[in-house]
């Protein structure tokens, strides 16, 4: 049973959105108002008083009811949208990195309609991405001039304080005819930095782990589920599966996965301080994790965005570039890497598609600076322009 009173808006009313943030706030005793540019998706939740989040797994189905939310169409609504945030509790977001900058402005004018003074505690702001840092980067965007004049800043922390997260809860693309319910994993994790929020009070999320350094929390979430995940679908998109499941079957595909999780897991263990035995074990989690044969996760969906996955902080270049400046071995994470260069042109995918009119307009050693981040003195270098090198060449020979 809900407890009731407190008010949270959640940007991204989407799988992650829907089927992990809202119900855990739900659960709290929240009522969610959801924030998305989907006119549909909007309408539909306006009209829909409860939804299901159904976890499935080898242990069996199990559910929860979703009831006390709204939408708002944040693109033609924005002035209902400030004073929402005016109100809220707490402001989470699942959109995506990329978009992040294109939500600050209404949460910045949100912020600055509220009070500064002990009537009313900081807004409390949390962004659920696959992105370490993904909270600093929003509040960035938010604190810009163009969105929050200078002069109100140092007054800021006033009414809002932010906290970087990791997420993680495998939400596979839902079937179309599913409504707003959503299927997803039985597993979750949720971990929150806690100190910007301690002296203003911690909001009660049942379900967050609070911790006082997510580092190791989010470079290993990073870089072993997303790493592992990543890998299996782009071998599995390259070896023409369906699923990541299907992706699984295949011996060699699994042996790439546990390869690239193998050269992450002696990154994390040197660099962290994690015991081996625990990240072994951490690793097999994952693997059975991301074979869950009850869910139907398209190796497209794992694949979506590959500009964003093959960036400098992300879950390939990421993890082989620290090791191979630690003299580290790298082969499978290249090997992943590659196939991520070979992601193109992609149904449904634009960044896909930009990838394709990269690689064709640029040197190899572009690409890497370009795609990747990476600058001619570091080891991994020229190891990732043989790479590029060579896909472009498979291209070209095509
Ligand atoms: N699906 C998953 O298994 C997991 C996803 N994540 C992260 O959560 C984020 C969202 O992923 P999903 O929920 O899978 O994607 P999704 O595509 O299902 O949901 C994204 C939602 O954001 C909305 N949106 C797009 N632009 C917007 C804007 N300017 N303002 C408001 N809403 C906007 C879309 O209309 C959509 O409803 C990503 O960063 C992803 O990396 C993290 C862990 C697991
Ligand atoms: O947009 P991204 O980074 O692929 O995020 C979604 C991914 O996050 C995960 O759910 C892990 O938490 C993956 O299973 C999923 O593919």
């Known amino acids: 049973m809900a407890k009731m009173g407190k008010k949270a808006v959640h940007f991204g009313a ?38 299901r989040v159904i976890e499935v797994g080898s242990e069996g189905t199990s559910e929860n009811t979703i009831t006390n939310y709204r939408a708002i169409n944040s693109r033609t609504h924005e002035d209902d949208l400030v004073d929402e945030i005016r109100t ?6 699942s959109v995506g990195p990329n978009i992040l900058k294109f939500i600050a402005p209404v949460i910045a004018k949100g912020i600055d309609a509220r009070a500064d003074g002990p009537e009313q505690t900081p807004l409390h702001v949390i962004a659920c991405e696959n992105a370490i840092g993904a909270t600093d980067t929003l509040a960035g965007h938010i604190k810009d001039a163009r969105n929050t004049s200078p002069e109100r800043l140092d007054s800021h922390h006033l009414r809002a304080r932010y906290a970087n997260s990791a997420i993680d809860r495998i939400v596979p693309a839902q079937d179309p005819n ?58 599995g998109y390259n070896r023409r599966k369906r699923t990541v499941f299907d992706a699984l079957q295949d011996k060699q595909i699994m042996a790439e996965v546990r390869g690239a999780l193998t050269e992450s897991k002696n990154l994390l263990v040197a660099k962290h301080g994690i015991s081996e035995d625990a990240q072994i074990a951490y690793m097999n989690k994952i693997i059975k994790r991301i074979g869950n044969p009850h ?10 965005a590959p ?38 042109d992609v149904e449904g995918d634009d960044e896909s598609k930009e990838l394709s009119a990269i690689m064709s307009d640029n040197t190899p050693e572009d690409v890497v600076a370009k795609v990747c981040g990476i600058q001619a003195t570091e080891k991994i270098y020229p190891r990732l322009v043989e790479v590029v090198k060579r896909v472009q060449d498979d291209s070209r020979e095509d």
């Open 14 to 51: 989407g799988n992650i959105g829907r089927g992990f943030v809202a119900c855990f706030l739900h659960n709290s005793g929240y009522e969610v108002v959801f924030a998305d540019v989907n006119g549909d998706l909007i309408d539909t939740i306006n009209a829909t008083p409860s939804y």
């Open 88 to 93: 809220a509790d707490v402001v989470t977001c």
């Open 178 to 235: 599913a409504g707003l319910d959503v299927t997803l994993e039985k597993f979750f994790e949720w971990v929150v930095d806690k100190t910007p929020f301690e002296d203003v009070g911690i909001p009660s999320i049942d379900g967050i782990n609070w911790v006082d350094n997510l580092a190791p929390y989010i470079e290993r979430k990073l870089y072993t589920v997303n790493t592992g995940h990543a890998t299996a679908a782009y071998h």
């Open 295 to 304: 869910l139907e996760d398209a190796v497209e969906r794992v694949g979506r």
């Open 307 to 344: 500009l964003r996955k093959l960036s400098r902080k992300e879950r390939f270049v990421g993890p082989a570039a620290e090791a191979a400046e630690n003299n580290m071995p790298i082969d499978y994470l290249l090997d992943a890497i590659e196939m991520t260069f070979r992601f193109q």
